[in-house]
Each structure stands twice: as C-alpha cells, then as structure tokens.
C-alpha cells in the first residue's frame, strides 16, 4: 500500500502563476518531508524539506506547506518558470536514519 | 570530479546473463542507496548500506545482490536479469542523517533485458 501518494501525474501551468503541488502520506510516523526535482535523463536533485515541527518552509520562490492533521503537503512555486519544467517527488523519513519513501511523482509543464 | 558517478549509462543484456551496475562516490558519505525508477511506481528502493560491510533489503530486493567492501563503491548485481527488471537505476548517497543531509543522486543507468 502505497505510504506516499501523489494523485496528479502531470499538471500544466502558465509561465508566471503559481504551481501547486500535492502529496498525501498515509504513515503518522513520518516526521521529515523533501520535495525533488527531476529532469529527464538526470537523477533527482533535492529542492526543499521541512519537519513534522513546522507548517511551513520557504526557499526563494519555492514555499512548501505541511498539514499534519490532514497528513497533507504542497510544494508551491511563485512564479513559475518554463525551467521549472520537470517531475517532482515527494518523500518522506520515518526518524533521521528513516529511508525516504517516495511518491510516483508529478510532471509540471510549465508553459511560456 | 567530486560527486556520485554510475557506470554504464546505458546497457542492454539478455534474460538470464548477470549484470553489475557500478555506483561510486566520492564524498565519504555513510549510506548508500539504490532505487529503481518505473512508469507508474516512482521511485522504489531495492537496498541501502549504512557503512561499509552493512547492507539490507528495501522494499524491492528480489533478484539483486549488493555488496560494500568500500566506503565509495556500492555495485548491485543482478545474478540473472529478467523482463522485469527493465528499469532506470539510480544510486544515492547520505551522510548521515536524513534531517541534515538529503539524498544525492547520480545519473542513472537505463537497463533493458531483452
């Protein structure tokens, strides 16, 4: 059964507005979560993170949001940009020695 | 050139013919990892080692050896390669702890079993 769930394959979004980005989890016990980014034929690079303590992180333009009741979280981009262009995972540890699960991910299209 | 570095890029092979992809890293981190990338799953991991010597299965592990005689090198081996095992292979490494150290990847490697 699927810990980490990003219900959206692909979303498409104009160059300038907002991107959100969703992940379920479904394991109480996680308590770090991290957003990557994927270009084609490259490896996952890391983007973001935030811990279970917090409701919110913001790095520049990328802003992530954790609801832990809702075991809910989302990577938000402003503004996007064509570059922005990628799949994104979502994953999440279980303690700091915890593997990362991953979702499937979602693939953002921005377009210009 | 510092980093993590897997080898091939690219390889094709045959059902039932062992294969080892090659993972190695230059950073003397603790923990290593491989992943397998498909259509529909994401990400899954197959085994990780937390030091050299120390290895232990994922969620994927059937159908694959590792090994980790070295800090820097950490090949999975399939013994004998099935359809199944298509894939894009990644390889990763940590320092040490999840909260101070996310996962750093390298390239891949696209298998086909044919």
């Known amino acids: 059964d699927q810990q980490v769930k990003q219900n959206s394959p692909s979303l498409s979004v104009q160059e300038g507005r907002i991107s959100i980005l969703n992940c379920d989890y479904t394991?109480?016990?996680?308590?770090?979560f991290l957003w990557y980014k994927k270009y084609p034929a490259e490896g996952p690079t890391f983007l973001i993170s935030?811990?279970?303590?917090?409701d919110k992180n913001e790095d520049g333009r990328f802003t992530v949001f954790l609801n832990k009741s809702a075991k809910h979280l989302s990577l938000h981009i402003v503004p996007s940009q064509p570059g922005d262009s990628a799949v994104y995972f979502c994953?999440?540890?279980?303690?700091?020695?915890?593997?990362?699960?991953f979702g499937k991910g979602t693939k953002l299209s921005v377009k210009p | 050139d510092a980093g993590i570095t897997q080898s091939p890029r690219y390889k094709i092979t045959e059902t039932g013919r062992q294969v080892t992809l090659m993972c190695h890293q230059t950073?003397?981190?603790?923990?290593m990892f491989w992943y397998r990338q498909d259509l529909g799953h994401g990400l899954r991991l197959i085994y990780y080692?937390?030091?050299?010597?120390?290895?232990d299965k994922g969620e994927v592990p059937d159908g694959y050896v590792v090994s980790r005689s070295k800090t820097e090198n950490f090949p999975l081996t399939l013994e004998s390669a099935t359809r199944s095992q298509t894939s894009v292979y990644f390889c990763?490494?940590?320092?040490?702890?999840?909260?101070?150290?996310?996962?750093?990847f390298g390239n891949g490697t696209r298998l086909t079993v044919t």
């Open positions: 935030i811990s279970s303590i917090k």
């Open positions: 990763a490494s940590m320092w040490g702890s999840t909260y101070n150290s996310p996962l750093h």
């Open positions: 950073w003397s981190h603790s923990y």
């Open positions: 394991n109480s016990m996680f308590d770090y």
């Open positions: 080692s937390a030091a050299a010597d120390i290895t």
């Open positions: 994953a999440a540890s279980a303690g700091s020695q915890g593997n990362l699960i």
